[in-house]
């Protein structure tokens, strides 16, 4: 019953917060981008709230112990939609846009309209390959304005929960078009609730982690980017494994995760 509700207030919510967009789109366009910034976390903290309140979900969204600078590149794993709003949440402070597939781009309330309006970089898989160049091109251009950029270099979900191969288009073409620092960060727990059937049976009990590992300096040329996205994966895949390890040495650790965001 608790995580039929979720589903049910977060569409409510979703619905909301495109008609604010949908209004902005139409009668205030250049308050759009600013709205993005704004309701991306807002949002997204809400969801998790709803999350936590009706669902039973934890959360632990731990921050860099050092500060971080105004725009950089973050390389994150990827288990669920739900790292979206996580990874929002986690770096409220900045402006943030995310690479995603194409399809997204339609049918999802509130989410697609945000990745659409917000310049979110929408890539299809089957399209030109030189069309999805020119998207990332424009996507990196965003941090001139003052926006961070996330990479799921992965590619595609792992709804096993487990690190798959990082892929270096996308990080390669964004920064040899413009230097950044490159943030790592790990997420955890998305996919138990990766998809809705997943979602209404392991919403409870389930927490979803943040945890940003290594703040690197801007690499130069195609082999620093190289080496360092091997970096990068190696070190995710390395906190991952090291809370399934958690998780196996303490059977109650999961559930008595705190809401830390």
Known sequence: MGAA???LCALLLFLRAETILRFLVRFRPWQVMNQVNHYQPTISRKLFILARILGGMSTRIERLPRPLPPVFLIISNHQSLADIPALAIAFRRHAVRFVAKKKLGRGIPYISAVLRLGQHALISRTGNYREGQNELRKFADLSRQGICPIVFPEGSRSRTGRVHSFY?????IILERTLLPVLSVAVDGGYRICT?????TNVRGTCYRVKPLTLYPAPHGKKEITELLG???????????????????????????????
């Open 5 to 7: 509700t979720l589903v």
């Open 168 to 172: 270096s288009g996308a990080v390669r």
């Open 196 to 200: 809705l059937p997943k979602l209404m």
């Open 231 to 261: 970096k990068v994966e190696l070190e995710i895949v390395a906190q991952v494994e090291a809370w399934r390890q958690m998780e196996k040495n303490s059977p109650g650790a999961r559930r008595s995760g705190a809401h830390q965001s």
